[in-house]
């Protein structure tokens, strides 16, 4: 038997499908209350993952599954940041 490894899945907080977690984006709550979005996957804190769609990002927005996720509440600035982030970052 050949010994492949198993993509790892994460849960998009909006459409609580499992996704592999390359195809998401990573929004975390740092140790020190910062929220940050987070390309590399590996940053420490509390993690919560979307869809890089413009649909699911509006959603997101709307019902607040982020903040809900992270247990936080997020600026203006951030969902600014994120829109860019999913526009240009992602295809």
Same mark, same amino acid.
């Given at each position: 038997m050949a010994n492949h490894k198993q993509t790892?899945?994460?849960?998009?907080?909006? @459409?609580?499908?499992?996704l592999p977690? &390359?195809?998401?984006?990573?929004?975390?709550?740092?140790? @020190?209350g910062e929220i940050i979005?987070?390309?590399t996957g590996k940053a420490n804190g509390r993690g919560a993952y979307l869809r890089p769609t413009l649909e699911t *990002?509006?959603?997101? &927005?709307k019902n607040h599954a982020l903040e809900?996720?992270?247990?936080?509440?997020?600026t203006d600035q951030f969902y600014?940041?994120? *829109?860019?982030?999913?526009?240009?970052?992602?295809?």
């Open positions: 790892p899945l994460r849960k998009c907080v909006v @459409s609580q499908q499992m977690k &390359k195809e998401l984006v990573r929004i975390v709550k740092t140790p @020190s979005i987070d390309p *990002y509006e959603k997101a &927005k809900r996720a992270l247990k936080v509440k997020l600014e940041m994120l *829109y860019h982030e999913i526009n240009e970052g992602w295809d």
